[in-house]
Structure formats: C-alpha cells, structure tokens
C-alpha cells in the first residue's frame, strides 16, 4: 500500500527521520543511514574556528545524495529569533534547501524550546520562503499560533527533553495535539529512546518521528537503526488499521459459553 | 585617512587593506566561497554578495560551515 508522507509537494516513503550527531564513526552512520531507510537527514551548523569533524558530514551528505534523502538542517544553539533566522539563511545557502529544522533554545537544563523566540523567528522564515518545521513543546496554543500566525504546515513536538530517552513523557498532550490539529504534520522530534517509543507516536497517529541519540548511542547502531526502521513501519500500519479501545474490564476472546468442565 | 583596517575574524584580530572586501578575505585566508557561509557584524551575507561588500575598521566576520546535527 503506497503510505507516503507529503511535505512541501514532496513525497517521502518513510517515515522515519535521521541526526547524524554522535556516530562512533563515518561509515557506521553511512550503514545506520541504510539500515534505517530514512527519508530525512538531519544536519547543523557551527563556527569554522571550531575543529574538524574527521568526514561525517561529507559522508553523510554522500549518503543522502545516493539515497534520494532529503536534507534538513538545523538551527541548534540559538537563543534568540534573530539568531535562529541568521542561521536558517546560512543553512540555506550551505545545503541548498530552503527546509529548516527550526531549534530556538529557552532553558538550559532541559533544552526547552523559547516559544515567543520560537513564533517569531518561523513568522519571519516562512515570509522568507523557507518551509520551517518548528521544534516545539506540546502546548496547543503554541503549536496552533505556529500553524495560523507563521504559517507552518508540519511541526515536531517534543516527546522529551533532547537526548533524555525517555519517550514520550506526556502522551495526553501529544493525544490532544493529534486531535485539535488533524490539519497538521506532526512529527515527534526528541526524546525518544526505544523503537516502542517511535511506535507509539505512530500508533497515535503522528505522522513522522525524528531521532538521533537512540540510534548512535546504541551497542549496535546499525542494528538499532532498522530496529527503528521496523517500530515505525508497525506503528503507522497498527495506526492505519485501528487500534480497539482500550477498557477498564476483561472480555474473554475466547469465543466459549458457561465452563469448560464441571469438576466435583 | 587610514590605509589599514582591523577586523575580527573567527574572533581573530586581523589587519586589511582598507577597501577589501567579504569576497577578498575569504580569498586571502584560502577558503573557497562555497565551503562556508558569512556574517558579517551578526548578519547573514549571502555569497553573491560578498564582493560588493567592503568591510570597515572594526568589523566582525564569522564564517560557517556544515556539521552533523540532530
């Protein structure tokens, strides 16, 4: 069955998006980037006075050419809206797309997005002709200012904090979010750390999710790259099925009446 | 009026001609104009841009480039 996930007129035939942060080596990202059959690849920018990065990036970039997988770069360690939209120009300009994987940092404990930064750096973007897919809290109304005021069409909730692993941590709020906004991608970006997290945000009906520590902090990062490959290919196929409701009390599903036996 | 100018680039103090430009200091510290991206005082300057900006005393440049990233 042909499920592909539109964004931005293009059509992407998985649903599983890739960092390329923390690898232990180039050619393990390389093999990660192939177990996982991504559709995305994220990617950032930083300061030339910074040292080398021993070929990731041009294996990466390599990869994602050969693969037809689409580039996303960040702004990752912005602070302000003025930042982030410097950054996003540059980004542009350096990966040849107009995608942007808008980051605006508010806290440092908890890399918690700055929702007021957040607003007005993807207003200012998306008048630019950027798409911007907004990293975000769970808030409603934020979330729902990001699609009206700035004009997104998809946005990445959080499912925790930044490389905690934790899942997602509040999985009413992504169920609201899901309903008040059918309209909307929603893609859950951070914090997961178990395929059955990526399931699970499929099987709520989000459309993509988005990891990277999961992976490269994995023993075995290729092997846990398709292990996320299959979780997210479950959960959408468990989600497109429909799932039974939940209840509070037991239903035999074994189709007998009265006991098996009468015994004494 | 000075024939000098100093800069910071990459946070460096450096000395220029006055009058040379984004474009000419990039050829001068041996970058190629489409390994980084420019800014120019905390701005964004796009690469065709950068030969018909001229940089003035106490300018700071800050150039980019691609990394991996989550």
Known sequence: ?264 | MSTTIQIQLDEQALSLPAHTTLAQLLEQSQRSPESVATALNGRFVPREARPDTPLHDGDAVLLFKPIVGG
């Open chain 1, 1 to 264: 069955m042909q499920d592909d996930l539109i964004i931005d007129g293009q059509a992407l035939n998985s649903r599983l998006f890739l960092g390329t942060a923390g690898y232990p080596s180039p050619q393990t990202l390389v093999e990660a980037i192939e177990a996982s059959q991504c559709s995305v690849l994220t990617l950032g920018l930083k300061r030339t006075l910074l040292a080398g990065d021993n070929g990731f990036v041009a294996q990466a970039l390599q990869a994602a050419q050969a693969r037809g997988v689409r580039l996303l770069p960040n702004t990752a360690g912005c602070r302000t809206a003025r930042e982030a939209v410097q950054l996003a120009h540059m980004a542009r300009e350096l990966y040849g797309t107009h995608w942007i994987k808008l980051e605006v940092v508010g806290d440092e404990h908890t890399l918690q997005p700055e929702p007021f930064e957040l607003l007005a750096a993807a207003t200012e973007l998306g008048r630019a002709g950027f798409a911007v897919f907004p990293y975000c809290t769970d808030d409603l109304v934020l979330c729902r200012r990001l699609l009206d005021e700035a004009g997104c069409t998809v946005l990445m909730p959080w499912g925790a904090p930044i490389g905690s692993g934790q899942g997602l941590i509040n999985p009413q709020a992504l169920r609201t979010l899901r309903e008040r906004l059918p309209q909307a991608t929603l893609i859950i970006d951070a914090g997961l750390g178990a395929p059955s997290h990526a399931a699970q945000a499929l099987e709520l009906g989000f459309d993509a999710v988005l990891l990277n520590s999961a992976v490269a902090q994995a023993r075995e990062p290729v092997a846990m790259a398709g292990a996320f490959r299959d979780a997210v290919r479950g959960g959408r196929q468990g989600f497109l099925a429909g799932l039974m409701a939940p209840q509070s009390f037991a239903v035999a599903s074994t189709p007998v009446s009265g006991h098996a036996f009468l015994l004494g």
